[in-house]
């Protein structure tokens, strides 16, 4: 009854209408004979022919019963008509819209699958819609409007909205696959102190399971996904609607120290102020945001968990920098060297380019 091309939207599909205008053919029956037969008018009829009128489940009946062809049919036949009309003014409406269409990484949502990359504008953007599981531009925006509202008071440093909305988005759908329970606050602040030492595993795709195992334990889901163009972001916490935290990370500095601080700042957003979403740039500082104590907090639970201040104090008391060293400290501190050489050039004891060897390299393969 319909025809499709592949990767193309049908464009025609048959009327009830016109099943009805063959079947009085065959039958050398007149619209004015069937109506008399089925009680009703014949501008009833004439209407349903030129696909003016539906064809009820009443009327439906009421043709099979007096032309043999089933009830099933006239009612499959109007459901599946009116769709294709529904589809194409959609679809029209959506039309007009590529500018809209190119703020968001289409390349990148066309690798992962989620958009037809030699699809039509207007299918494409009907695919971006399912994807944000919205019906219209409109509601796209104001859905994803307020979570991204939340975290900057200016936009200083490049980047897209919509490509940073695309990406959390993904980090949202993968949560949702995950079979959690509501967080447990409690059960996370026994959690979060262990996950540093997590950091001295190799490879570190086994370090990234056993944090997503430990984390789901506690109703957190750990999503670790590639950046999409125009991102920018280091990190994010997000929560779904059943309750469940959703610590999402990008590798975009693709180095340990980052990804573990990075980890450690989202879930010190979790146990700081549950039921907030919070997204971090990566070239941010803690003023840049709407809410600069939350970040600092953040922050501080971050270098917190990772090196105990005190102990680190005691470590550069002794005057001793050297890779060895640096080493035996994070031995001691049960992290990989790569943290406490992140600590040192952050707070400025030691240039930006000394010991990154240290460093573990992480990208997307190994993790």
């Known amino acids: 009854m319909a025809a499709r091309s592949q990767g193309q939207q049908r464009d025609w599909v048959v009327s009830p209408g016109d099943i009805l205008a063959e079947a009085l053919e065959e039958r050398g029956m007149s ?3 069937l109506a008399r037969r089925m009680g009703r008018p ?3 009829i004439n209407e349903i022919v030129h696909a003016k009128a539906t064809v009820t489940p009443e009327t439906a009946l009421q043709l099979e019963l007096v032309l043999g062809i089933p009830a099933s049919l006239w009612v499959n036949l109007e459901g599946s008509y009116r769709r294709h009309l529904a589809e194409r003014q959609s679809l029209a409406a959506l039309s007009g819209l590529e500018g809209w269409l190119k ?9 992962h699958g989620f958009i037809d990359k030699n699809g039509t504008t207007e299918k ?3 695919q971006l819609l399912a994807f944000f599981g919205t019906a219209n531009p409109e509601a796209l925006e104001r859905r994803w409007g307020k979570p991204l509202a939340q975290y900057r008071k200016s936009e200083t440093y490049e980047g ?3 490509s940073r909305a695309a990406w ?4 949202e759908l993968r949560a949702e696959e995950m079979d959690l329970e509501p967080i447990d606050a409690r059960g996370l602040s026994v959690v979060a102190p262990q996950l540093p030492r997590l950091s001295r595993l190799a490879p570190l795709e086994a370090a990234l399971d056993e944090a997503r195992s430990a984390l789901g334990e506690v109703g957190v889901a750990l999503v670790v996904l590639p950046e999409f163009d125009g991102t920018c972001l280091s990190g994010a916490t997000r929560w779904l609607p059943r309750g469940v935290a959703v610590v999402e ?8 120290d980052h990804l573990w601080f990075s980890l450690m700042h989202e879930i010190g957003h979790i146990l700081d102020r549950p039921r ?4 971090d740039a990566t070239h941010a500082n803690a003023s840049d945001y709407v809410d600069p104590e939350a970040e600092w907090r953040a922050d501080a639970f971050a270098r917190d968990a990772l090196v105990d201040g005190v102990a680190l104090r005691s470590f550069l008391d002794r005057g001793q920098l050297d890779a060895p060293s640096v080493r035996s400290f994070a031995a001691e501190m049960k992290v990989s060297p790569g943290i406490v050489v992140g600590r040192l050039q952050h707070d400025e004891v030691i240039p930006p380019n000394r010991h990154n060897s240290l460093k573990k390299t992480v990208d997307f393969t190994s993790a």
């Open 168 to 171: 959390l988005r993904w980090g």
């Open 249 to 256: 990370l990008s590798l975009r500095h693709k180095t340990d």
């Open 103 to 111: 703020q968001f990484p289409v390349r990148d949502l066309a690798r």
């Open 276 to 279: 907030h979403d919070f997204v």
């Open 160 to 162: 897209s909205e919509l």
């Open 31 to 33: 619209q004015s004979e």
């Open 124 to 126: 494409q953007i009907s």
């Open 42 to 44: 014949v501008k009833t």
